[in-house]
Nanobody, 123 residues
Framework: VQLVESGGGLVQPGGSLRLSCVAS????????IAWFRQAPGKEREGISC????????YYVDHVKGRFTVSRDNAKNTVYLQMNSLKPEDTANYFC?????????????????WGQGTLVTVSS
């Protein structure tokens, strides 16, 4: 059972990145997926989630309108498109699985975590 994030890197303020979270070893479309981030010296925070069917998507206020979550169940992959990046978006970004048949939550119990991908927004 594994989640692998990728797509992080160094980007200038105002730039964009697309993160990927690829799952293996389990039935991907049995799980909602949530995205989290942890900035240096700060606690991990949930920022977005997507339900199994993609019918429910959630964003915290400070990324709403800039980030877009999507999933491709045929590719066992969830994406996080991040636009208009700000220095305060600098963090290690993680995805995690939630055993929820309907909906999603950034406050649910995460069964499997990825190792994270680092996003640095700096000029």
């Amino acid at each position: 059972v594994q989640l692998v994030e990728s797509g992080g890197g160094l980007v200038q303020p105002g730039g964009s990145l697309r993160l990927s979270c690829v799952a293996s070893g389990f039935t991907f479309d049995d799980y909602a997926i949530a995205w989290f981030r942890q900035a240096p010296g700060k606690e991990r925070e949930g920022i977005s989630c997507i339900s199994i069917s993609s019918g429910t998507k959630y964003y915290v206020d400070h990324v709403k309108g800039r980030f877009t979550v999507s999933r491709d169940n045929a590719k066992n992959t969830v994406y996080l498109q991040m636009n208009s990046l700000k220095p305060e978006d600098t963090a290690n970004y993680f995805c995690g699985t939630e055993n929820m048949l309907a909906g999603c939550s950034i406050n649910g119990r995460i069964e499997t975590w990825g190792q994270g991908t680092l996003v640095t927004v700096s000029s």
